[in-house]
């Protein structure tokens, strides 16, 4: 067993620190506040090399590892819940399916531009009938000679709206159930697709989060992603992948919240002494400090099983509820060591709190991760 | 010379390892040993009670350096106009030629640069070495080095002071190379060792966390640079008389390899913090560039300039010309006002011999207040605009 | 063109702290990196890289081994050849014994039109190692660059002055030391941090290599020795003023006039 990073990982934890403390964390408060999208973050990490982080170069990707990608998404999280999430999304729910799905050509034409950031992406499953459960899908997709014509709607879709391309999920076949969806590559260009209300969130607020509607939208029948029937299993398994995202968010949110105490704690003076120096501060510390450790190995011990293409689905699941768990503790602790302080904007603990809850639900709510795990326990 | 542990006697104490400036002393089964990082500074071998650290000399052949005699410093002119830093070095100077007992030149370099001789005797030099040529009107790496180089070498000075300038720093280290010399560079304190009569030459190392003592042993002429603002000039003593030294200067445009096309003073008005009475300063703690027009308002009230720490120009806020510290300037006001400073080492080194400081900080336990005369804990953005009503009062008063 | 640039690892200075109690240095956790003005030298070669082409970039350090990393990190930022030469021979140079060490080394390598140099370290701040390669390999130098240019074998300079800057010419081969105002530097990217461990290569030179004159390197070959070292005095402890409203202002400067300061 191993627990160091690798040298190229070390490095890549160095560049993503700077990256976050210098570019994401002065706009971090700002892009909270106004809901902001912030394009000029995800131009700076195309630039990088960040929006491809685990695909080979041949397509676009920086040739690097999930565990490298999971850091970078940690590391963004510290400062910026949303830029965190832009990336994860972008990364594990928009490109990821079509390097593991696509075509030679889909991978040319869509992986490519995603990889290198031209493009961002984006991922349409939820309904407003199929959330939790996902197969319950209403989304139809007729084929009409060399077109698929797609009705419906999505929602709470992140990077809705600012994406190009957009992985989406439907029905080919009603009366199959699971087995009657299809997965398929939309750009946003399409006809008949279109962006439908932006959402006002408790947190991420800078993440666009909006419904996707499709009104006889056109899709060529080569933008089939997969096999006809095969979206349900599609889905599943970049959602799994997409948790280790998603608890590397939670993560790097915990982490940012703890970083932002211990700092606070040694300057901030009550009766005569620094509040480091009282114990039941400290205890508090102390236990947010270990959960976050323990997240920690979590994340990185899926990723790594990811990279080493070992099964991972348990694992993820296991990360992302812990994590997630652990943030929304953190944070939440967090804001009672800053106290009235904490509960204002002019601390980014608040932020971090709300920024928090989101990973307890999305991908997956931690009663799915749960139900996720038992079955991997109990089969 | 070279550092030497002696394991038996070492009893693993770490107290050197505490000591040590360059994290080169690292502990193995219980005993201290020695790193690639070593310097050989010494900073061990005092910190050790066991004496288990000596620093070896190594006895090196010695070479006969009594034909070095007499103390020479570069008097810098820019534009036929001699810099502070000449006269700061002539009175730091002549403190070093009267200790050794040896004669104090001024060297200048220039073309029709004859009228400022005077001057440079009446501040305290007994000669000037005057080296005048067309092709020395505007600096040059190559022609001064030239010039000076082939100068020690048939006059042969024990000591040359440059002063640390964006030119001085680039003559210098030509200079040194060129006689294969050491050269200290921008030293804040200059010393004779009473027995060996050499030059001790302290400057702040380590980004001014540490103070270094350098000594030249064993080569001519000891050669350091010399920062700005630091030393104290004399007052100017029109009786003084002196000896002008006119040297020939052998030099041919094809000896500088470079060509100086223009010299564009900036159009931005200077940032003359060493001349200033008053300083006025903003860090981190003002959270916004914004923060430094409040800041500004107060420096004009009081008749005084705009400073800076590191952290206020790392962020963007403020150019570097404002910056005072071990990498900015170092300054001396009357007033030094710190606003949001925490007080970082570095920061300190550039103001704390200021004649009275001023700190306003959230933060009570900011190293700042350690050095301050005055200290008020406050936002900066309430106490600012009070002081500034307090002195429109004093002034109407 | 073939450029050299000169970088050194150093303990980021600005993360140091002082042991209010025992006066020492507080090393743990201080960061190494990559000096800054150094960061400025390697930029400015890459933005050359960037625009013309067959600019081919070598980073060259002397250090101890842990100095890999900060080669490894200018080679994931896109230069091509990584020299770092570490010999325990090397250790306690002074700024004479450096140049003549990095000259040797530059000697080896061999063909070059520029060597860039960062103008000082952040952990000397001599700025001397520059302008000493530039005497020992008797080349033109050019020092606080704050702008530049290239034209054929010429370098139009920026250089900068206390008051302004002057505009220079120099002719390749040169030596030039860059300071922070000549350009942001870039971050390294992902994927050149992985080619930088898995393509690229770091060489390791000890002082037999660049067959250098073993007396006039490391702390023997040093004109200049460091006496002693010690941490500046802090100064007293002045006086707080209570309170933070205008009669803590007014009492300011009462005290203020009352010892005729303003």
């Not at chain 1, 729910?93 to 889909?106: D, K, M, R, S, V």
């Not at chain 3, 100095?67 to 250790?91: C, K, W």
């Not at chain 3, 002045?238 to 007014?250: A, E, L, N, S, Y």
């Amino acid at each position: 067993m191993n627990f160091s990073l690798t040298k190229e990982q070390e490095m890549v934890r160095k560049l993503m620190k700077e990256f976050s403390e210098n570019e994401v964390k002065p706009i971090a408060a700002e892009v909270d506040e106004t809901e902001r999208f912030p394009r000029e973050t995800v131009e700076k990490m195309a630039r990088y090399d960040i929006m491809g982080i685990p695909f080979p170069k041949q397509y676009g990707g920086a040739g690097g590892d999930n565990l490298s990608y999971a850091i970078a998404v940690e590391e963004l999280s510290k400062v910026c819940g949303t830029t965190g999430v832009i990336l994860s999304a972008h990364t594990s729910l928009g490109a990821h399916p079509i390097y593991q799905y696509g075509t030679e050509e889909q991978k040319m034409k869509y992986l490519v531009p995603l990889a290198k950031g031209e493009k961002l992406g984006a991922f349409g499953l939820t309904e407003p009938n199929a959330g939790t459960d996902s197969s319950a899908q209403q989304t139809v997709a007729v084929l009409d000679g060399d077109n698929y014509i797609l009705n419906g709607s999505k929602v709470f879709i992140t990077n809705g709206g600012e994406a190009d391309i957009y992985i989406i999920f439907a029905m080919t076949d009603k009366s199959k159930g699971n087995k009657g969806i299809s997965a398929f590559i939309v750009e946003k260009e399409f006809k008949g697709f279109s962006i439908g209300k932006k959402e006002d969130k408790m947190g991420i607020r800078g993440s666009s989060t909006t419904e996707l509607i499709f009104e006889n939208c056109i899709v060529p029948k080569e933008n089939l992603l997969g096999q006809v029937g095969k979206g349900f299993g599609i889905a599943m398994q970049t959602l799994d992948g997409g948790r280790i995202g998603i608890a590397a968010q939670a993560l790097g949110i915990a982490e940012g919240a703890l970083d932002e105490c211990a700092k606070y704690m040694k300057e901030r003076k009550q009766f005569g002494k620094p509040l480091a120096a009282f114990q039941g501060l400290q205890w508090m510390v102390a236990e947010m400090a270990t959960k976050v450790e323990a997240a920690k190995l979590l994340v990185y011990s899926a990723a790594d099983k990811k990279d080493k293409k070992l099964p991972f689905s348990a694992e993820a699941a296991m990360a992302k509820l812990f994590a997630a768990e652990a943030a929304m503790e953190v944070t939440t602790k967090a804001v009672q060591i800053f106290g009235g302080y904490g509960y204002t904007r002019d601390y980014p603990v608040e932020r971090m709190m709300r920024d928090a809850k989101i990973t307890e639900i999305y991908e997956g709510t931690s009663q799915v991760q749960k139900m996720v795990i038992a079955a991997k326990v109990l089969k | 010379m070279g550092v030497k542990i002696f394991s038996e006697k070492c009893k693993g104490c770490k107290l050197c390892i505490k000591a040590c400036p360059f994290n080169a002393i690292v502990m193995k089964d219980g005993k201290a040993v020695l790193n690639d990082n070593c310097t050989g500074c010494g900073a061990c071998e005092t910190s050790c009670k066991f004496k288990a650290i000596i620093v070896e000399k190594v006895e090196k052949e010695t070479k006969d350096l009594s034909g070095y005699k007499g103390v020479w410093v570069f008097a810098e002119q820019r534009n036929g106009k001699l810099m502070g830093t000449a006269f700061e070095l002539i009175g730091e100077g002549r403190k070093l030629a009267d200790k050794l007992g040896v004669e104090l030149s001024a060297v200048l370099l220039g073309y029709n640069v004859a009228g400022l001789t005077d001057e440079l005797i009446h501040h305290g030099a007994d000669k000037v070495i005057l080296a005048e040529h067309p092709e020395l009107k505007l600096y040059t790496t190559d022609g001064y080095t030239k010039v000076i180089t082939d100068l020690v070498n048939s006059k042969k000075p024990e000591i040359i002071l440059i002063g640390a300038t964006n030119i001085g720093r680039d003559l210098g280290p030509r200079i040194a190379a060129r006689l294969d010399t050491g050269l200290t560079a921008d030293c804040t304190k200059l010393e004779i060792d009473d027995e060996q009569k050499i030059l001790l030459q302290t400057r702040p190392a380590f980004g001014g966390n540490i103070m270094a003592t350098i000594i030249t042993p064993n080569h001519r002429p000891q050669m350091a640079t010399v920062r700005p603002g630091v030393m104290k000039k004399m007052s100017a003593d029109s009786s003084r008389k002196g000896i002008v030294d006119k040297v020939d200067v052998v030099l041919d445009k094809k000896d500088i390899r470079t060509v100086v096309k223009e010299v564009v003073k900036s159009a931005k008005q200077a940032v003359n913090l060493i001349d200033a009475e008053v300083i006025v300063s903003g860090g981190r703690g003002l959270g916004n560039p914004e923060g430094f027009k409040l800041i500004g308002e107060l420096a004009a009230e009081l008749g005084g300039v705009v400073g800076s720490s590191r952290a206020a120009v790392d962020s963007g806020w403020i150019s570097q010309d404002h910056q005072v510290g071990q990498t900015g300037k170092t300054v001396r006001p009357k007033i030094y006002i710190a606003c949001g400073i925490s007080g970082a080492i570095q920061h300190l080194a550039g103001m704390q011999s200021s004649d009275c400081i001023i700190a306003v900080n959230k933060n009570p336990d900011a190293p700042i207040f350690d050095v301050a005369d005055y200290g008020i804990v406050g936002d900066l953005y309430k106490v600012i605009p009070m002081m500034v009503e307090e002195i429109k009062k004093v002034k109407e008063a | 063109m073939k450029i050299i640039v000169c970088i050194k690892q150093v303990p980021d200075t600005n993360e140091v702290k002082l042991d209010p109690k025992t006066g020492t240095l507080i090393r743990d956790g201080v960061p190494s990196i990559i000096n800054h003005d150094d960061m400025n030298a390697l930029e400015e070669a890459l933005k050359l890289k960037d625009r013309y082409e067959d600019v081919e970039i070598t980073v060259l350090t002397m250090g101890p081994p842990q100095a890999d990393v900060a080669l490894r990190e200018a080679l994931a930022m896109g230069a091509d050849r990584a020299i770092l030469v570490s010999d325990r021979a090397v250790a306690g140079s002074d700024t004479w014994a450096t140049s003549n060490t990095l000259t040797a080394a530059i000697k080896k390598i061999g063909s070059y039109d520029m060597i860039f140099c960062g103008r000082q370290a952040i952990d000397g701040d001599t700025a001397q190692v520059g302008p000493q390669i530039a005497e020992k390999l008797d080349l033109p130098q050019v020092t606080y660059v704050q702008k530049m240019e290239v034209k054929g074998d010429t370098v139009t300079v920026q250089r900068a002055l206390e008051d302004g800057y002057e505009i220079i010419d120099v002719k390749m081969p040169c030596v030039l030391t860059a300071i922070k105002e000549l350009n942001s530097p870039r971050y390294a990217s992902v994927s050149g941090i992985f080619d930088a461990y898995r393509e690229k290569n770091v060489e390791v030179w000890s002082a037999k290599d660049i067959e250098v004159d073993l007396a006039i390197i490391g702390l023997n070959g040093s004109p200049t020795n460091v006496r002693r070292t010690f941490t500046p005095d802090p100064k007293g402890k002045g006086t707080m003023i209570p309170g933070c409203d205008k009669g803590t202002v007014c009492e300011l400067f009462n005290i203020l006039k009352e010892k005729h300061i303003i």
